[in-house]
């Protein structure tokens, strides 16, 4: 931790200054073909299908590729990307998509409603992180025609919650590239991937980059634009920001740069720094316990844990104006379902966590050490790297001696969601318009073992679950909206894990990119619109 006080105020100050007037006007600009456009890939996944594994770190590639059946609006608004209508029956049992004809898959086979099919019963259902939850009551996908596919719920499916969550867990793979061919998870396909998208996958170089080239088919008139887009795997984030400045990457996505850095670019006109385009992505920082320590499962070490933390000075001192105090797994942005009352809060007090250590019974050995936890920060952001630090000195302070653990992003994930190889954890979570897309999944037991950011815990709440499942399949909004109060207070109460600090994502861009930042999930969109001036 090496940033002073003076020195993160600084920073966030200037990046805020530069958020004020993200954009300029290039009003009589005529779009331009051609051009490569060269995006910084921070953690490689291991995975490039977002129909099996729903994260920034895929979209930000497999988004270029496969399309979803809807996606969002510059306002927010819903609009139809596969699926060109939808409609419910009025007891929410049954969605009906209508498709978008005339579209082929990459290799030129035709899309049709089976590819829905195939994918909402196989993928969604069965292995897509969040996806299984989401689609926990969905029982069958007729296709009574090549464009017509009918959703069937045994319990009602908000249209709603649906049409908020197909953005990032509706993404469509081509069923005669995966059906009989074995193990889906293991499908080469996953890392060659074939869609319907503007761009399509030409190469994967382990730790190098990831080209795809325009897609001449695509069905938008006169769409893409761009050429290429290269993804090149810089892990070094400082190594990043010098190529940019060095006009060899055109954008950092997702916080990917330090904070310094950040500051820096945003001052030179060369750049944009801003959280526009991210709007549909808040996070919340999170600490996540591992039940199968017996330290651990006992609720009064994981609160003491949180009292042992001074997140109001973790804030002040390293992140700044771009980051408050969280208060539960539904952030303030949240303006439909974010709770008056968020339960139980664990303010910083040194005495309060000693005494529920003492009282757990893991009393100060030689040296003052109670015991040792393994920590595994994921290397998504320098926020991340920074916060386990002061975990592992802060808890020191109260006898808790920290080990951390450094993985690249698919030995993280591995580890914690697929092997349970940790003790706490540290990364973030995401929240996508809806708790029941991206946020009750942390909490519902059940989840498939490995999947990504899922309740891989070893805690299960009966009385959790049924409040989950409860407002998922609950189309009156205000009886929703009081039903995730519950499951916030709930969350609070029984600590799986803490979501003490809640963020916006930060992109750093080249001021020679057009039509940029111009949805509110603008990372993990289709970049169709997106051109390089000259």
């Known amino acids: 931790m090496d940033m002073t006080r003076r020195a993160a105020l600084l920073t966030s100050a200037a990046i805020a200054s530069n958020v004020l007037f993200p954009q300029r006007s290039f009003a009589q600009e005529t779009p331009r073909k051609g051009g490569v456009f060269t995006v910084h890939y921070g953690a490689e996944q291991r995975q490039l299908n977002p129909s099996l594994q729903a994260s920034t ?19 927010g608004n819903t609009v139809g990307v596969l699926a060109e209508s939808w409609e419910a029956t009025p007891d929410g049992k049954t969605v009906t998509f209508k498709l978008r004809k005339g579209v082929t898959w990459h290799d030129g086979k035709d899309f049709t409603s089976a590819d829905v099919q195939f994918t909402a019963m196989e993928m969604w259902k069965k292995i897509l992180n969040y996806g299984s939850t989401l689609q926990l009551f969905l029982t069958a996908v007729d296709t009574p025609d090549p464009h ?16 908020r969550a197909l953005p990032d867990l509706g993404y469509i793979s081509p069923r005669h590239l995966y059906e009989g061919k074995g193990d889906i998870r293991q499908n080469p396909v996953n890392l ?7 761009f399509k996958f030409v190469q994967y170089e382990r730790g190098q980059y990831v080209i795809a080239d325009r897609n001449t088919n695509y069905w938008r008139p006169n769409a893409p634009y761009l050429d290429r887009i290269v993804w090149r795997v810089v892990t070094d984030r400082s190594a990043a920001a010098a190529q940019m400045e060095a006009g060899q990457i055109h954008y950092s996505p997702f916080s990917g740069l330090t904070i310094s850095d950040l500051a820096r670019l945003g001052k030179d006109p060369r750049f944009i720094v801003s959280t526009k ?24 070490v994981r609160r003491a844990i949180a009292h042992a933390l001074n997140i109001p000075f973790f804030i002040e001192n390293f992140l700044g104006d771009f980051a408050k105090r969280g208060t539960g797994p539904i952030p303030s942005v949240s303006t439909d379902f974010y709770p008056a009352d968020n339960g139980p809060q664990y303010p910083y007090d040194k005495a309060v966590a000693i005494k529920l250590l003492d009282e757990a019974g893991f009393k100060p050995g030689a040296g003052g050490t109670r015991f040792t936890l393994r920590l595994l920060p994921a290397p998504w952001g320098e926020d991340i790297s920074l916060f386990a ?12 001696r920290i080990e951390i653990v450094r993985n690249d992003g698919g030995g993280f994930l591995k580890s914690v969601y697929a092997d349970h190889n940790f003790d706490l954890a540290s990364g973030w979570h995401q929240y996508r318009n809806d708790p029941a897309v991206s946020t009750t999944v942390w909490y519902r037991s059940g989840q498939p073992v490995g999947a990504p950011w899922t309740n891989q815990w070893g805690w299960t709440d009966e009385t959790m679950d049924k409040i989950i499942d409860d407002a998922a399949t609950e189309v009156d909004a205000a009886k929703r909206k009081a039903l995730y109060g519950d499951f916030v207070r709930r969350a609070n109460s029984e600590l799986p894990i803490w979501t003490p600090i809640e963020q916006i994502f930060l992109t750093a861009i080249s001021a020679k990119a057009r039509n940029h930042s111009n949805t509110p999930r603008w990372g993990s969109a289709s970049w169709h619109d997106l051109w390089l001036a000259e």
């Open 389 to 400: 630090t002061f975990i592992q000195q802060s808890l020191a302070e109260v006898g808790i």
């Open 57 to 75: 770190g895929v979209y930000i590639i497999g988004g270029k590729i496969q399309e979803q059946l809807v996606d969002l609006a510059s306002a």
């Open 277 to 300: 385009g991210n709007e549909g992505n808040a996070r919340t920082n999170t600490i996540e316990f591992n039940f199968r320590r017996k330290e651990l499962a006992d609720i009064r």
């Open 192 to 198: 060659a991937p074939v869609g319907t998208g503007p």
């Open 148 to 163: 017509t596919a009918i959703f069937r719920y045994e319990r009602p499916m908000p249209l709603p919650l649906l049409l």
